[in-house]
């Protein structure tokens, strides 16, 4: 069998490329690309169809797939000219085949269903025609997923009923349930569908820095990890089919259940989706449901009354669910009150009186939907401290607000907070969605955005965005100074930690795992933050979120959340702003796109950036730019263009005067270049000089007034696998195994599993297969402490393929 297919290199390259691209592939992926770009570069010095007239030119990495294909069938006719060029063809696919997602039989079996109500009502219909369609036979043969859209207007129950049939349905869907809420009753709060995918992927067990960083592959793994397998997966609150595409499995064993309050005729048309339009209760149902709520109330000698209340609530569960949580938290109200509050309210909107008529727009009729009428009859009951939280907490649509935020919201203790919290969510005006974090439902907030619009004014409002918003960037700043101890970083908030009020985390992991639960918070904060134009903490929200980004990706969110830091910080520079955050911004939004594969995108940020720090007269800055543009030309294997901005980079460097920024981390700014500069020179094929290359960076680092012991291993790593592709993989040892004695005291796991990977292929190219069985041994156990199940699997490929 011909090794040599079209197919088979193609997809060699693809996989290379987007992993290597984007990073998500880790040094496996990189060292797996510039083993491609060393067979390019024999092509181009050997000449043939398809090689530069000028074997010197500089190689560039294929950027789009016919480039990719062309150099798939340069490759192909080479290895079949020359048999020495087809072995290392042949063990270069075998590496990249490495690169592969595992197989989806190892995923998580995920249970992501939040809790469902007690007090669910009816809807036994719409089980019953769900249960139906999974029994008949299936129109398409059975190769698609039966897809199933509640749709109907918001407060109807459309969450609810979705959760309440994915549960009775579990035992039929043995290998999980998935659940996102897609925020869709807007596009301005519609959540990307790359968002949910990552989430999604997590569940699954695919590891952060395994999940590819555009949203066309997560896609393909989200559908490669669910093949086969039974499912079922809930799609709440969508706002468009385009939205909801990339999130459709495509095991024909599994089940997904679409909410939205759009029609979404594009999922009948392309997936042959079965709408079920979810109506307001019968009149009995919404007395049950009324009933069911406002538990201890009897019924029976009020039962005119409670029948005329749910009237007035229209048959739209929230309204009843709001309503009769007023009885239940209210002693002394009962259904008749109740029916003249209703009735008064109405004759109020009817003649213009109130402090209703004075928020009434004519062209507005929010406030003739049952459901607004019962919040705002909900709201005019509460005390004047619970109110205003709930005002002003709905200025933003906050995924998940922590009771640390409401507290700023409104200048309260955390434990006022947490009292007027559960106040609210006491009469349905929130709802409790973990351990002390609320959330609206989108009508309820809606209401009382309208409300504190109205009530607190311009300043009023401005204020409460702003007290979120810097307890989120306190928040942050903490997390990410944990995560990252330091690093080098803008902004007045990382001068105050330590201060009273400021938060504390055990571990780098836990500020981590902090920082993912509040990543969808912090988004928001940046977006109101620039709403109500407070330039000055947008781009320091953007700062302090640095170590959330790198480490989890989160690429979508990254991108959008920097476009608005970079137009802040070049707002407030003009006001006398920091002038270095504009270059800081572009530099770390430049890493956004590197993580998503856009390289160009990237460079053209890295040279604005360096741009703006030169105006800015902040060499420091320049400096991250020009070093960073340097690395996305080695991705692009412009080795020498690379070489070029490190050495540039360090001209910069070599600028900064006593006292200027910078100055203190200065040597081991340049001890790093000279790293940089001899992975360049290794790419340029230059093993000789990089060699010598990097042992000078090892003396600079040794020089160091305080040691960096782990980029000391980190050269010695690049020496090593540098020597190995020389082709001197005993002398190659030396320097993997001081590595590995390093990064063991420094407790980088992924670090030392893969210098026990690299001292493996020196085993292998000594022929001493004990020594790489060892050393494959060593590098299994440490993936699999750090949960690389994907590393695991490629390393068990490798010991059987030693076997």
């Known amino acids: 069998m011909d090794p040599f297919t079209m197919t088979a290199v193609l997809s060699a390259l693809n996989t290379v490329g987007q992993g290597a691209m984007s990073g998500a592939a880790g040094e496996l992926g990189r060292r797996t690309s510039e083993g491609l770009a060393g067979l390019v570069r024999r092509l181009w010095h050997r000449g043939g169809s398809g090689a530069p007239d000028d074997p010197t030119a500089p190689l560039a990495a294929p950027a789009d797939d016919d480039e990719r294909r062309r150099l798939a069938a340069l490759l192909i006719a080479e290895a079949r000219r020359e048999p020495e060029f087809a072995d290392d063809l042949a063990a270069w696919l075998r590496a990249a085949r490495r690169l592969e997602p595992s197989p989806s039989s190892a995923v998580a079996r995920p249970r992501l269903l939040p809790p469902g109500t007690a007090v669910f009502t009816n809807r036994d219909h719409v089980l019953a025609d769900i249960t139906a369609l999974l029994d008949s036979p299936a129109d398409s043969g059975g190769t698609s997923p039966r897809i199933v859209a509640l749709v109907g207007p918001g407060g109807i129950g459309k969450t609810a009923t979705a959760i309440h049939c994915a549960r009775a349905l579990e035992e039929r869907f043995p290998d999980g349930q998935l659940h996102t809420d897609l925020k869709g009753d807007s596009a301005r709060t519609a959540v990307a569908a790359s968002t949910a995918l990552v989430r999604f992927l997590g569940a699954l067990g695919v590891p952060p820095d395994r999940i590819p960083a555009d949203e066309q592959g997560q896609a393909d793994l989200y559908r490669d990890r669910t093949a086969g397998r039974r ?130 727009d004519p062209a507005d009729r929010s406030d003739d939907d049952p459901a607004y009428r019962a919040t705002d009859l909900s709201y005019r009951d509460l005390a004047a401290p619970a109110a205003r939280l709930y005002r002003l907490l709905g200025l933003c649509p906050w995924p998940g607000i922590p009771v640390g935020a409401a507290a700023a919201a409104v200048g309260v203790s955390e434990d006022e907070a947490r009292r007027l919290l559960e106040d609210l969510a006491a009469v349905h005006l929130l709802e409790e969605v973990g351990a002390e974090r609320y959330r609206f439902h989108d009508v309820v907030r809606q209401h009382a955005e309208r409300r504190a619009h109205e009530e607190d004014g311009r300043r009023g409002t401005a204020d409460a965005v702003r007290r979120m918003a810097l307890w989120y960037l306190r928040f942050a700043v903490a997390a990410d100074a944990r995560v990252i101890p330091g690093r080098w970083h803008l902004g007045p908030a990382y001068g ?290 750090a949960g690389d199940d994907a590393a695991v699997a490629r390393v068990d490929a490798r010991m059987a393929e030693l076997a």
């Open 496 to 785: 105050q930690l330590g201060a009273g009020g400021s938060p504390e985390f055990a571990s780098a992991r836990t500020a981590l795992a902090a920082l993912r639960r509040e990543h969808e918070n912090l988004a928001e904060a940046v977006r109101a933050a620039e709403e109500y134009g407070f330039d000055e903490l947008v781009w320091q929200l953007c700062e302090a979120t640095w170590s959330l980004h790198l480490r989890l990706g989160l690429h979508e969110q990254w991108v959008a959340t920097h476009l608005r830091g970079v137009r802040a910080a070049a707002r407030s520079a003009e006001e006398f702003g920091d002038r270095r955050a504009e270059g800081r911004m572009r530099a770390q939004l430049s890493f956004a796109y590197m993580g998503r594969g856009q390289l160009a995108d990237a460079a053209r940020e890295l040279t604005e950036a360096a741009a703006a720090d030169e105006r800015a007269g902040h060499r420091r800055g320049q400096a991250t730019a020009v070093e960073s543009l340097g690395l996305v030309r080695l991705r692009q294997w412009r080795y020498e263009a690379a070489e070029q901005c490190f050495r540039r980079a360090q001209d910069i460097l070599r600028g900064i005067t006593p006292g200027e920024d910078g100055e203190a981390d200065a040597p081991r700014a340049l001890a790093l270049l000279e790293h940089h500069i001899g992975r360049a020179l290794r790419g340029q094929g230059r093993h000789s000089d990089s060699v010598l290359q990097l042992r000078y960076a090892l003396t600079q680092f040794h020089d160091l007034r305080e040691r960096d012991r782990y980029n000391e291993a980190r050269v010695r790593m690049s020496l090593g696998e540098t020597l190995l592709a020389a082709g001197e993989a005993d002398a190659a040892r030396t320097p993997l195994d001081e590595a590995l004695t390093v990064l063991e005291s420094e407790g980088a796991v992924l670090q030392q599993a893969d210098a026990a990977e690299l001292r493996a292929s020196c085993a292998k190219a000594l022929t001493d297969s004990e020594d790489e069985a060892r050393q494959l041994r060593l590098a299994r156990g440490l993936y699999e402490t």
């Open 231 to 360: 499912m079922a997966v809930v799609l709440d609150n969508a706002h468009s089919a385009a939205q909801l595409t990339p999130l459709l499995t495509a095991a024909p064993g599994s089940l997904v259940l679409v909410t939205s309050r759009h029609r979404l005729p594009e999922l009948v048309r392309d997936y042959g989706a079965r709408v079920i339009r979810l109506d307001p209760l019968t009149a009995a149902d919404s007395v049950l449901l009324l009933s069911r709520v406002a538990g201890a109330e009897p019924l029976a000698p009020h039962r005119p009354h409670a029948e005329a209340v749910a009237a007035r609530c229209g048959g739209l569960p929230l309204a009843l669910c709001e309503t009769g949580a007023r009885v239940a938290v209210r002693e002394h109200l009962n259904w008749q009150v109740l029916e003249r509050e209703f009735a008064r309210r109405d004759e109020e909107r009817r003649s213009g009186s109130g402090d209703l008529a004075d928020m009434t």
